[in-house]
């Protein structure tokens, strides 16, 4: 004869589950973690790579500008060794070779390999696998000195590889390993000790549930040790005091009315705990029932008793009167549901209250159904979206209509001369940095959101910085007929700062300085470095910004509704995302403005 094959009891069930799960999801967490440092790793590359090349772009245009092509090497090999590149080189305009990490390269003429086109505002490049397969890739961007082309720079990277991430991390494996396979056990053994008086209650549970029907309930009190055997025991006196006072018919009888109180209380409990408001009516419209949330809506006090045989439409009207035109309150609609959403002052701000009823079916009471829900913040979401896309559309629609229009000028024309072809060219190519810079925005305030921006800070010269900040502006300024003065501490030491998001800040608070400036004013920058923090003030004499809209210049999306403003393009990000890249500083931005008399924007940093 076969015998049944014994089936694990609760303990083990849930220790050998707890086991697989637990070792399932180290085993998965390890690959995760591989795939995920490669990932890191290869973008982290890829992004110091790009990073090196603006920073050395702008070094060799300053070194030819100064000594020309000498001392090209030095600069080449110092970003080589700081960004892990396979070389950089300086590459003429007719394609010579004019520097090289290689020196033997020099004077030699540079190749392009063949692969996948990669290309990034300025920056262009190619994807390739060299003769090992191993992925590179080759980035170049133009020099230009005073206005003039002068060749370009050119830089290549390695793409790490799957089992180069792999042996960079497996120093970590073996404590990545060990430390979750010594939890996951002892939190079985702990698991298996707890579980222990849950399986005398799961056999005993399995007997009455074999039980034949009608047969006398048995329930044995167990060793008092935690509060499970203590509730099983005070489960196993109640059974006994019934059956001791009563007949098994009559037990039974009493054990129903429990169960139905107990669901009762249970649905009264979740209905008072519900967010949005819930009221029962009679068909005279007299309040049967409402929870907590309706009672704070209705801005009623909790100590009158509830609201139980008030009229709800009084109510309503009190504090919504705009109520009175809606089919809420229409008696010719007391018997079909009816949805309204109405505006209403809480005294402090304007909310929106949506309110649904909906009469009772399949009960003997005839009545109705009311519910009522703040939509405010979904409102403002909404209202949020809109301007979003107005903006969106609007600051895509503009560039693009102006380079069709040029382009189309440039393909059906024949006797357009040099100049005016220069002209149209530098018109598509503003369009199109004008393009991208609204789309970096748009990445930048999404990784703003979601947590994932943040500040790779280093040791910057301040010098070098602010230096590369005038460079940035001071076209604008003299456009448009700026005086511009920049007020620098004598001596600037070494700061531990995010160059790129720094410079992008500055160029931003100046750029708008000298926009919303009129031809001719004047424009400010002016720092000061002690040992506790560095203060950067940022003044013009500009249109300004009134008091009313002071508090909202940092929204996303807002722009003054100022004829002034408004006359200039802007999407109303960049403010917002300056303020949180100072914040990723430990830093404040803040703004101090008067209409029509300028504005000064005051970024504050700690340097402890």
């Known amino acids: 004869m076969f015998r049944r094959r014994p089936q694990l009891g609760f303990p083990r069930k849930v220790v050998a589950c707890y086991l697989l799960f637990c070792l399932g999801a180290v085993c998965w967490l390890s690959i995760g973690l591989l795939v995920t440092s490669h990932r890191v790793l290869s973008s982290r590359t890829i992004n110091s790579c790009i990073s090196r090349l603006g920073k050395t772009a702008a070094a060799i245009e300053i070194e030819y500008v100064r000594h020309g092509s000498n001392h090209f090497f030095k600069i080449l090999d110092r970003a080589k060794s700081e960004a892990r590149l396979a070389y950089a080189s300086v590459v003429a305009s007719d394609g010579t070779i004019l520097a090289?990490?290689?020196?033997?390269?020099?004077?030699?003429?540079?190749?392009?390999?063949?692969g996948t086109s990669l290309r990034w505002g300025d920056v262009s490049g190619v994807r390739y696998l060299d003769q090992e397969g191993q992925g590179r890739r080759q980035y170049r961007v133009p020099l230009v000195a005073s206005k003039v082309p002068f060749g370009s720079l050119q830089i290549e990277v390695v793409e790490p590889s799957l089992l180069g991430t792999l042996a960079e991390v497996a120093h970590m494996a073996p404590l990545a390993v060990l430390v979750p396979l010594v939890l996951v056990i002892g939190g079985a053994v702990i698991l298996s000790r707890l579980s222990k008086q849950m399986d005398l209650v799961d056999q005993q549970l399995r007997k009455l549930a074999l039980a034949p029907a009608g047969s006398e309930l048995s329930i044995e009190p167990l060793a008092a040790r935690d509060a499970t055997t203590l509730g099983w025991n005070r489960l196993a006196d109640l059974v006994?005091?019934?059956?001791?006072?009563?007949?098994?018919?009559?037990?039974?009888?009493?054990?129903?009315?429990?169960v139905a109180s107990r669901q009762e209380n249970d649905l009264t409990n979740i209905l008072q705990n519900l967010s949005d408001g819930v009221?029962?009516?009679?068909?005279?419209?007299?309040?049967?029932?409402?929870?907590?949330?309706?009672?704070?809506?209705?801005?009623?006090?909790?100590?009158?008793?509830?609201l139980n045989g008030t009229l709800l439409q009084s109510r309503l009207l009190e504090e919504?009167?705009?109520?009175?035109?809606?089919?809420?309150?229409?008696?010719?609609?007391?018997?079909?549901?009816?949805?309204?959403?109405?505006?209403?002052?809480?005294?402090?701000?304007?909310?929106?209250?949506?309110i649904a009823r909906q009469p009772l079916q399949g009960v003997k009471q005839a009545g109705q159904v009311w519910t009522l829900r703040d939509v405010t913040q979904q409102k403002l979401a909404a209202k949020m979206r809109d301007q979003f896309i107005d903006t969106a559309t609007h600051e895509l629609r503009t560039p693009l209509s102006n380079i069709k229009a040029y382009a189309e000028t440039l393909a059906t024309c024949d006797n357009i001369d040099v100049e005016e072809q220069k002209e149209f060219f530098n018109i598509i190519n503003s369009e199109t940095t004008r393009l991208a810079r609204f789309v970096d925005d748009l990445l930048s305030i999404s990784s703003m959101e979601v947590g994932s921006l943040s500040a790779e800070r280093q040791k910057v010269e301040t010098?070098?910085?602010?230096?590369?900040?005038?460079?940035?502006?001071?076209?604008?300024?003299k456009q448009k007929n700026i005086v511009f003065e920049s007020r620098l501490p004598a001596k600037m030491p070494e700061l531990q700062l995010d160059k790129e998001k720094m410079v992008a800040v500055m160029v931003n608070l100046l750029g708008n300085a000298a926009k919303y400036t009129p031809e001719g004013g004047h424009v400010s920058l002016k720092v000061k470095i002690d040992?506790?923090?560095?203060?950067?003030?940022?003044?013009?004499?500009?249109?300004?910004?009134?008091?009313?809209?002071?508090?909202?210049?940092f929204e996303k999306f807002f722009r003054s509704a100022d004829p002034r403003v408004q006359a200039e393009v802007g999407t109303g990000l960049g403010l917002s995302l300056a303020r949180e890249v100072v914040r990723m500083h430990s830093g404040e931005l803040t703004v101090e403005s008067q209409l029509d008399k300028g504005s000064t924007f005051l970024i504050t940093i700690p340097l402890e």
Do not use: C, W, Y
């Open 100 to 114: 090289h990490t290689d020196p033997r390269r020099v004077g030699q003429t540079a190749e392009t390999p063949s």
């Open 240 to 258: 006994k005091n019934l059956q001791n006072s009563s007949g098994e018919g009559d037990l039974d009888s009493r054990l129903s009315q429990a």
């Open 279 to 306: 009221a029962v009516t009679d068909m005279e419209g007299r309040i049967t029932f409402a929870n907590r949330a309706v009672t704070a809506l209705l801005d009623a006090d909790e100590n009158e008793g509830n």
């Open 320 to 354: 919504i009167p705009s109520l009175k035109k809606s089919p809420l309150l229409d008696p010719q609609s007391a018997n079909r549901a009816v949805v309204s959403e109405s505006d209403f002052d809480t005294g402090k701000t304007n909310r929106v209250l949506r």
């Open 463 to 477: 010098a070098r910085l602010f230096a590369e900040v005038e460079a940035k502006v001071m076209p604008v300024m």
């Open 531 to 553: 040992e506790q923090q560095l203060q950067i003030a940022i003044e013009d004499s500009g249109v300004g910004i009134s008091a009313e809209e002071l508090p909202k210049v």
